[in-house]
């Protein structure tokens, strides 16, 4: 069905992105932010860039995707009501898989690949589970396999969409269980990932709002902390 905009997206203001190599999405998201109503922005990407569509229709945007080569998606975002973001430069969830960046400089289809599987595991619109359930089934996996910079943004997400400090105590309770207390204590203790947790449960008897914590974890264990940044520097 074709959109009431469509017609003049041949005129919106090209950002063609497939060459940059950091995290481009806060700037990306707050260049959008000040588009006025009705206006809009085409980004060019390498690989159909899937997660950023949720993180722009947080704050207000359609799109219409089209795909011009095997390396090169151009997508159209429409301003189509005013919006504030969820979480500022990340739209409706803080801590973006922005790795998928990563598989680009090896090749294009193998991004691709990657983001649609990503999609599949995510994206979907009406899951069997839950994201909450998926983010923290997904924290468990990566502790499992020592992958504490994964577990750590995996708490961040589902903490910022409702994870409460019980779930959070039990959950921990667990990792004692099935890895053990030496386990524990040398390795997950030490971890980001538990430093995360304990900032939760400091910040939360101290009577902040969810909003606060997730500005102090965003601050204390976001993008800028090298145990989980995920792109290289």
């Not at 806060?26 to 000040?34: H, T, V």
């Not at 950023?52 to 095997?70: N, P, Q, R, V």
């Not at 898989?97 to 294009?108: M, V």
């Not at 504490?148 to 903490?159: C, G, I, N, P």
Request: aromatic share 10%.
């Amino acid at each position: 069905m074709k959109k009431e905009w469509e017609d003049k997206k041949d005129s919106f203001k090209v950002v063609d992105v497939r060459k940059l190599t950091g995290n481009f999405l806060p700037k990306l998201l707050n260049k959008a932010q000040a588009i006025e109503l009705g206006g809009g922005m085409c980004v060019v990407q390498s690989f159909e860039p899937i997660p950023l569509y949720s993180a722009m229709a947080d704050i207000g945007f359609e799109h219409i995707t089209e795909k011009i080569s095997d390396s090169e998606y151009r997508v159209y975002f429409c301003k189509i009501e005013e919006k504030e973001a969820a979480y500022v430069g990340a739209g409706d969830m803080p801590l973006k898989p922005t790795a998928i960046l990563n598989f680009k400089k090896i090749d294009n289809t193998l991004a691709d690949i990657v983001v649609n599987f990503w999609n599949l595991t995510w994206g979907k619109e009406e899951p069997a589970i839950d994201q909450k359930t998926k983010l923290l089934l997904s924290l468990a996996n990566g502790v499992g396999a020592r992958r504490f910079r994964q577990a750590t943004r995996e708490l961040v997400k589902a903490y910022s969409i409702g994870a409460t400090v019980a779930e959070l105590d039990e959950l921990f309770s667990m990792f004692v269980w099935n890895g053990g207390v030496g386990t524990f204590a040398s390795e997950i203790g030490p971890s980001s990932l538990f430093g995360a947790y304990k900032l939760i449960k400091t910040l939360e008897k101290k009577g902040k709002t969810r909003e606060e914590v997730v500005g102090a974890l965003m601050e204390n264990f976001g993008e800028k902390n090298p145990e989980v940044n995920v792109m290289p520097t």
